[in-house]
């Protein structure tokens, strides 16, 4: 069976997966969503398992049950109505699917550089950033006390900044400097969901100003390890933090 096969197998697997969810009861949905988020991951193994070996190759296979845990999660957010639901069926197999493209082209890389790498970079970047809001959202939908919040934050971002700063290098070793800069952006991004849960904004907003936070330093860190930090590469990411956050000042409202 050919891989590309094997990636459509995994998507519809999944993307049934969903629909499965739906029969199951209120009480046992989330329960599901994690059963479902442990199969993804059991999928990939099966998927990319020429590309896999005992070496850092295995972080990719963190962006698919994060995927699913955000979709899945997002998903009780909908109405309960299949067509609010199909179409975010239809996106999440579209999604594992391109995932599951990017991931083996990683997985590949680690052992010998191949000319899509840098597609399959671009790529990750983007469904890591959609998966970040997605949990963001998540977690501050649930109106928890801060410091659950935070820690749930500083979590979920730990996990996505270690494999957004690996795809940099694709070395067989994670290396020290990427765990030392998953946390301390993590912690940084914690630091923002923290003065979120004090700034009377909307979950949306606030998510979205979360995944910015994301988008400026998993861009400033990628850009450290590529040995391609700039000025110029610098200025882009901080204008757009710098912008995003004045149109959150803007729309928030400090009444009531």
Not at 32 to 46: E, K, N, Q, T
């Amino acid at each position: 069976m050919s891989k590309r096969h094997k990636f459509v197998i995994t998507s519809l697997v999944l993307s049934l997966g969903f629909l499965g969810i739906t029969l199951l009861d209120n009480e046992y949905r989330i329960g599901g969503i994690f059963g479902l988020s442990l199969i993804s991951i059991l999928l990939f193994v099966w998927t990319l398992k020429e590309g896999l070996g005992k070496n850092a190759a295995l972080i990719t296979l963190v962006l698919p049950p994060l995927f699913t845990l955000g979709v899945g999660l997002f998903w009780f957010l909908l109405p309960s109505t299949l067509y609010a639901r199909l179409p975010v069926i239809v996106l999440y197999g579209v999604g594992m699917y391109v995932t599951a493209l990017s991931a083996n082209v990683m997985s590949v890389s680690v052992y010998k550089k191949i000319a899509l790498a840098r597609a399959a970079k671009g790529v990750s970047f983007v469904l890591t950033l959609f998966t970040s809001f997605l949990l963001y959202d998540a977690v501050l939908s649930l109106r928890s006390g801060i410091v659950l919040s935070t820690f749930l934050i500083f979590t979920a971002s730990f996990l996505l900044y270690l494999q957004g700063l690996w795809i940099s290098r694709m070395s067989r070793n994670i290396g020290r400097e990427v765990v030392l800069y998953s946390a301390v952006f993590s912690y940084v991004t914690a630091g923002v969901g923290a003065l979120i849960y004090f700034w009377p904004v909307s979950v949306v907003v606030g998510s979205l100003f979360l995944t910015v936070a994301m988008y400026v330093l998993l861009g400033l860190g990628q850009a450290k390890l590529e040995g391609r930090l700039f000025k110029a590469t610098v200025n882009e990411y901080l204008v757009v933090g710098v912008v995003v956050f004045l149109l959150m000042l803007i729309s928030t409202s400090w009444h009531g």
